[in-house]
């Protein structure tokens, strides 16, 4: 709730100004981050490369990147999402950051074209609150999520967040909690 309240007036400034869309936005960042900026870290063993990102991977290779995390970040976000090739480091400097694990250089881009602030240059930057934050928010309204939020769409908000369904049954967990937090 502290967290919540330290950046009540950018939630009203990015749309995220009732307590139905507060709520789906406070669940997914807890969610995704814990309430704490992070950054993902990718630390997969073989098995659970194979299960995660089987279509990046085989049986021989996820033994030579298992435990590897920036060789795999380097494979599996590679020439996608505006980075670059293997070779180029991008996967691994432009992985998921902040509360609500921005990934890959395009979402980069378009956050340093929005505040003025180089976090394509510095992505690490993200890790600290208040950038997790305005990144945080700033990708909410880009991605219009309002919409699913108001329709109280928790699969909607987490596949425009996630990209897919990982974590649901927990994301409407906490997002009726929130729902019973923010009056």
């Known amino acids: ?33 814990n309430l704490e900026p992070v950054s993902e870290n990718l630390n997969y063993s ?7 990102f089987g279509k990046y991977f085989t049986e021989e290779t996820a033994k030579e990147y298992a435990r590897k995390p ?3 970040a380097n494979v ?22 902040g ?21 394509v ?6 890790l600290n609150e208040p950038d997790a934050m305005i990144a945080a928010l700033w990708f909410w309204k880009a991605n219009n999520i309002n919409k699913y939020a108001d329709n109280d769409d928790v699969e909607g908000v987490t596949r425009r967040i996630n ?13 009726d909690e929130w729902k019973r937090k923010i009056v």
């Open 70 to 72: 920036e060789k795999i």
């Open 121 to 126: 240059s510095n992505p690490e930057m993200l």
């Open 163 to 175: 990209g897919g369904t990982t974590g649901l049954v927990r994301r409407m967990v906490l997002t």
């Open 46 to 52: 073989e098995s659970a490369l194979l299960r995660v």
């Open 1 to 33: 709730m502290e967290l919540y309240e330290k950046y009540r007036t950018k939630f009203k400034e990015f749309g995220v100004d009732t307590n139905l869309r507060k709520a789906h936005f406070m669940a997914q960042i807890e969610h995704e981050s």
């Open 99 to 119: 509360f609500i694990q921005l990934t890959g250089k395009n979402n980069y881009k378009s956050l340093t074209e929005f505040t003025g602030i180089d976090y």
């Open 76 to 97: 599996v976000y590679a020439n996608r999402m505006g980075n670059g090739d293997t070779a180029s480091g991008d996967g691994w400097s432009y992985r998921g950051k």
